[in-house]
């Protein structure tokens, strides 16, 4: 709100500047400034460079995601990396340590298909795109190192992808198993579960996604889960809506498993049975009862309500509905219609919503609590993959056990009241509205656990279960192992063999790398190519040197950004991933800026990854990242910049028109930081305009001598006013830096101060302000462009005559009671009667003192219902409201 308001004050403030009024005056023409900077910072590789640990200074690690190479910087990039590089140059004129390095994320899918469309092997396109990239990003003026470039593409950096897979392969980590998986028929390739957003593919918006049954290997990102919730609570510096976002993805949930014993069936033919069983009704425990040696293990997060229970509801695929169809065809084609309206379901991603249909086996259960027999159904809504894929029913508790058991008459039992009741068996007319699935209350019907409350009896149940051996309490959670092979060329090989006499077999650490091969042709039907490459395949066995055959599926590229931040910390060791004491002095990262978009994708692998490594002992952290930032997107015409709506803007395009400066200032000042930001060229250009008036303002005062020691006397009105204003500049900037980057404000406030500074020329030409001073003030000035536009700033720190690189030169500090406005009490009157005072600023303008007097809440009173026919404001002395 208020930062809309300072920035349409300053755009106005922009619009007035007059055009350089003297033919003389210097020009502001950022692409030959810019050039001439980018040229010079080129020639200087250590400005960039992180210094030893012995420094001594305190270490900064800031960071923004990689990208992928896919050759053109879009506004995004722009926006995230001005946000990146303005804290970094802040920090180094803090005096920290700054660790800023940047890579490529250059695996992936685009490669390929730019390889059918181009006939260009992935890796030249690759190479070329990232050489592109990296000189849109130097032409930006960013503050990285380069000497820490990676690209996830070299063997260099990959071996240690699959030095990491072996890792986890030996400890379990990393395991082969054939289940459903998510297929995209676009991306030719399995997904992970995260990957898959809504039913739909993360790349490919409108492919729905498939499910097949596939041999895949998976990461036990599971065996994690409690810490990676657990921690969450530890990360206090990431926004609230991405800890959510992995709270709910991660999904624990409590409850408990109970197995009923199948009861062994009576083995009389259908048609000799004399009553056709419905299996609508729960049949009392008959004498003798025998069970069939089977039995079915169900998960439910309400235990308490198991005497309420009057059926059991398996997933189709549920092992025990195997073994029923084996002896039953018709119930074989039944189940194998609920199973196709399943499929249908998740593939369009509404299983939740899914029309529910099921049958009944004919079989019978026995629940352990109260001997009762419960008839066993198969139900299209019942997931195997989710807990134990059976389930109790209870449909006077439970929503979706409630539709079907009235679609199906099957029985419905109250055994949970509300609390309010006060004689929980006199039901009378306390009885509650079916299902009843609020947890405050107490149960009924429940044999020996009557009338406990609902959360005890959970305990008490529980226990109850685990003594007697047929239950326990548990925990699941909704995440799943991370699916990580893909049938894909442009990835990592998985460094695996496969042998006939020993199985599976790692390929051993002295022959890492698995090479990627080059030269391969990548055809239209996808899958992977490496698969039709015998030079590939064809291995050796390391442990009996008989004939082995070598995995053709690649890593998840997601693997390839889970630890990469890391290795820039030594980026060419070729003995270790990294060293493992320079992670310990640069980790975790204290800053990392990027998109939400990676919540729950690439934020929730790289925290798994840091706690496997710390378990490996090469990491001391158990987090990656000590504080993130994500930031809005850029929009335009509200609407997500693509080139289907037209309306993208190229950072090139804005950088020629206007500079590197200007644009990278505007991302920053049209709107905080975690807003999205609606692209204006309007405003580009207003904020190139007004760099061109520092620019001007510099250079007519450049040549003043002065103090640069920051003790400067004051030595008129003009000079204290000029003063109060830069040391309030000086503690805006510093606090939005240290608090909540509203570079937005920031900027706004350095505009306001080139206002005041420009206005006070006629004053300053008739010596009102001393050199010193004015020097003081220019000086601190280019201190605070210094992160947001660097270009000019070390351009006018040049002619300024600042010592050393202005990097390395000291934030400014702000004094408090330079800082201070002196207020001023200005009588308010009505009709010409003093009715209050306000407090407002000295140089509080008639517009302010108006808003101040009419926001009184006695003058608010006084003039409630009347006419105000004017207000008389004279500035420094009273206002006069005249009523009628
Ligand atoms: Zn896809
Ligand atoms: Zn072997």
Request: aromatic share 10%; hydrophobic share 40%; net charge negative.
């Amino acid at each position: 709100m208020s930062a809309n308001k300072t920035t349409q004050k300053t755009a106005t403030a922009a619009e007035v500047e007059p055009s350089p009024s003297s033919s003389y005056e210097a020009r502001y023409t950022p692409a030959e400034i810019e050039e001439r900077w980018q040229k010079r910072w080129a020639e200087q590789p250590d400005l960039y460079g992180a210094e030893p640990a012995s420094s001594g200074k305190p270490k900064y690690y800031v960071l923004e995601m990689l990208p992928y190479p896919s050759g053109q910087l879009h506004m995004g990039h722009v926006r995230n990396y001005a946000i990146g590089d303005a804290l970094a140059r802040y920090m180094w004129m803090t005096g920290h340590n700054v660790l800023h390095p940047m890579g490529w994320d250059a695996f992936g899918l685009p490669a390929e298909n730019a390889a059918l469309k181009n006939n260009t092997p992935p890796r030249e396109w690759t190479t070329q795109n990232i050489a592109a990239m990296k000189r849109q990003m130097n032409r930006i003026g960013l503050s990285y190192d380069w000497r820490n470039e990676i690209a996830t593409c070299t063997p260099e950096y990959y071996r240690w992808n699959q030095w990491f897979f072996i890792r986890m392969f030996e400890r379990g980590l990393a395991y082969r198993k054939k289940s459903k998986v998510n297929w995209c028929p676009e991306c030719c390739t399995v997904l992970a579960n995260e990957q898959v957003i809504d039913g739909y593919c993360w790349r490919h918006e409108e492919t729905l996604v498939e499910q097949r049954d596939l041999e895949q290997w998976f990461l036990r990102i599971t065996n994690y889960a409690q810490e990676l919730l657990d921690d969450l609570d530890k990360l206090t510096g990431w926004p609230e809506k991405v800890r959510t976002m992995q709270r709910n993805w991660i999904g624990r949930s409590e409850g408990a498993e109970v197995t009923f014993e199948v009861e062994e069936s009576a083995g009389v033919p259908e048609d000799e049975q004399p009553v056709r069983d419905t299996g609508t009704a729960v049949l009392p425990a008959g004498e003798g009862t025998k069970t069939s040696g089977s039995a079915v293990v169900i998960f439910t997060t309400r235990i308490d309500t198991i005497f309420g229970a009057t059926s059991i509801q398996l997933a189709p695929e549920h092992a025990l509905v195997k073994e029923f169809t084996a002896a039953d065809a018709k119930l074989g084609g039944q189940v194998a219609s609920l199973l196709e309206q399943q499929k249908k379901a998740r593939e369009a991603g509404d299983v939740g919503e899914i029309e529910k249909h099921g049958v009944f086996t004919g079989h019978y259960a026995i629940n352990p609590f109260n001997g009762e027999r419960l008839p066993i159904w198969v139900a299209n809504y019942i997931l195997l993959d989710y807990g134990t894929g059976a389930i109790m029913s209870v449909p006077a508790h439970d929503e979706r056990d409630y539709e079907f058991a009235k679609k199906y008459g099957l029985e419905i039992r109250i055994v949970i009241l509300p609390r309010r009741t006060a004689d929980p068996f006199n039901v009378g007319e306390d009885e509650p509205m079916l299902p009843y699935t609020a947890e405050d209350s107490l149960l009924m019907n429940s044999g020996e656990f009557n009338t406990l409350g609902n959360q005890e009896a959970q305990h008490r149940m529980a226990t109850y279960a685990e003594e007697k051996g047929f239950g326990r309490g548990t925990v699941t959670y909704r995440l799943k192992d991370w699916g990580v092979s893909r049938q894909r060329y442009w990835g990592t090989p998985i460094p695996m063999l496969y042998c006939e006499k020993d199985g599976i077999v790692a390929v051993p650490d002295d022959q890492l790398p698995v090479l990627l091969p080059e030269n391969v042709e990548i055809t239209q039907e996808g899958g992977s190519p490496l698969a039709r490459m015998p030079e590939f395949v064809n291995a050796t066995c390391p442990k009996c040197g008989g004939p082995a055959r070598r995995e053709t599926d690649t890593m998840d590229t997601f693997v390839d950004s889970s630890w990469y931040f890391y290795r820039y910390t030594s980026p060419r060791d070729d003995t270790a991933p990294f060293d493992t004491d320079t992670v310990a002095y640069w980790f975790p990262i204290d800053q990392y800026i990027g998109g939400v978009e990676h919540a729950i994708l690439h934020l929730i692998y790289s925290r798994f990854w840091t706690k496997v490594m710390r378990d490996l002992g090469l990491v001391k952290n158990d987090e990656p990242v000590e504080r993130l930032f994500t930031q809005g997107m850029v929009i335009r015409n509200g609407a997500k910049m693509s080139k289907s709506k037209g309306n993208v803007v190229s950072p090139d395009e804005m950088i020629a028109r206007y500079g590197a400066d200007a644009t990278r200032a505007y991302s920053l000042f049209a709107a905080p930081p975690d807003r999205d930001l609606d692209w204006q060229e309007d405003g580009v250009a207003g904020v190139s305009r007004f760099l061109g008036k520092v620019y001007r303002f510099a250079n007519r005062h450049a040549r003043r001598d002065g103090s640069r020691d920051g003790t400067v006397a004051v030595t008129s009105a003009t000079s204290q006013a000029l003063l109060r204003k830069l040391h309030q500049t000086i503690r805006k900037v510093t606090e939005d830096f240290n608090g909540r980057w509203h570079f937005n404000t920031s900027i706004a406030a350095i505009m306001e101060l080139v206002n005041v500074l420009t206005a006070a020329e006629s004053a300053i030409a008739k010596g009102e302000v001393s050199d010193a001073e004015l020097a003081l003030i220019l000086r601190n000035l280019v201190l605070l462009l210094a992160p947001f536009a660097p270009h000019l700033a070390f351009e006018l720190w040049e002619k300024i005559g600042g010592e050393g690189s202005l990097l390395r030169a000291a934030w400014p500090k702000y004094d408090e009671a330079l800082a201070r406005e002196d207020e001023i009490e200005i009588p308010v009157q009505i009709n010409g009667k003093l009715r209050a005072v306000v407090r407002v600023a000295a140089n509080a303008d008639e517009e302010a003192l108006r808003d101040a007097a009419m926001a009184h809440e006695k003058i608010q009173a006084a003039v409630e219902g009347k006419t105000i026919a004017r207000v008389i404001v004279v500035p420094g002395k009273l206002v006069n409201i005249v009523v009628k």
